[in-house]
């Protein structure tokens, strides 16, 4: 399989003033994979809201294996996150229930942990061709 780890990252630094990211989509070879998600912000400038507005309408009409999230990542107040809908649907369920938050994998069983890592690195490529198509469209 193709390493796709980083190709969402690559296409937001091409289109967007990304002030950060933290890591690739998912860890692949560790023996604790991580849940697959990237998290960055934008710099401040002119067009930052319409760029957030633009990457959530792009993230918001992909239809993939999975639905997927774009949105402020809890509990940071200022990263923004990508990351499959019911990985975030788990951590807020169990916030409201604990006032604490968890790692998905902390939440689910390892089969379910597994099951949506395999889902969403392969529904990774197809979001990625989605948002670039999106935003060439758009940024024209």
Known sequence: MEDNRNIIAKLLFKHFNVAMRYGSMYSSGDNKPQ??????????DNNQEK???????????????????FGKSEPSR??????????????????EKTGEYY????????NQFMEI????IEDIPNLHKHMSDYFDEKLK
């Open 51 to 69: 760029h957030y507005q633009l990457i959530e309408e792009a993230i918001e009409s992909f239809n993939g294996e999975l639905t997927w999230r």
């Open 78 to 95: 200022i990263n923004y996150e990508i990351v499959p809908k019911v990985i975030r649907d788990v951590i807020d369920s169990s916030f």
């Open 117 to 120: 890592l395999e889902i969403a």
């Open 103 to 110: 790692s998905f994998r902390n939440l689910v069983s390892e």
């Open 35 to 44: 849940e697959p998600a990237l998290y960055f912000r934008l710099n401040e």
